[in-house]
């Protein structure tokens, strides 16, 4: 039986996604940039190898459509100010102009969230890394000389890395306001869930980020 289509893929691995033997031009390419993103994230505060095991993939899944993770997102939110949710149950798809007043503010910072890791992290693209931080850091890369983007930087030419450690943990508490909600099992929010908290999980036993695309 075929594998069902997916519009965000997820993969557990090393971010060295050459090795020396394959590609060494390649290799030595994402080893540079690599080795900035460390040493900018560990002047945040966040210590983590992301030059080893260069090649290895551990688990691979995928989220079926980005509406799903964006209702997670939206139930999460209304859910953890506890807010009514039907309406939002009701709801079948999105406008291409429509965005959650509530999210909206959160990733404006005019709103607060418990669940960051969630909600503030990049919807199509990105990382989590087995490391335990308290907000997703965003790093623009789209100036090699000046890799500071700490402030929300232009969405084409950055990349969010949350906290696998955080993102689990936050799924824990929103499965729990999910099935208080009556939220069904097999529905897309809970899916969702499902495959981001099996994500996390592989990440933290293992080591290795979770890669977004």
Known sequence: MAEPMTE??????????STPEEDRESYEEEREWLQDVQDLLRDEGVEVDLLSQPGVEVWEGGIERFYDLYQLRRLAAHLERGEDVQAILNETGLDDDEVDDLLAD????????RFPHLIKHQGDGGYYLPVDFAEPIW???GDEDDMDGMDMP?????????SSVALLRELT??????????VPANSGPRRALEVLKTAAQKSMDTGLPIILW
């Open 106 to 113: 959160i990733w404006d910072d005019e709103a607060t969230t």
């Open 8 to 17: 965000l893929d997820l993969v557990v691995g090393s971010m060295l996604t």
């Open 139 to 141: 790093v623009d890369y």
């Open 154 to 162: 232009d969405e084409d030419t950055a990349v969010s890395f949350g």
């Open 173 to 182: 508490d929103v499965e729990q306001l999910l099935q208080q909600a009556g």
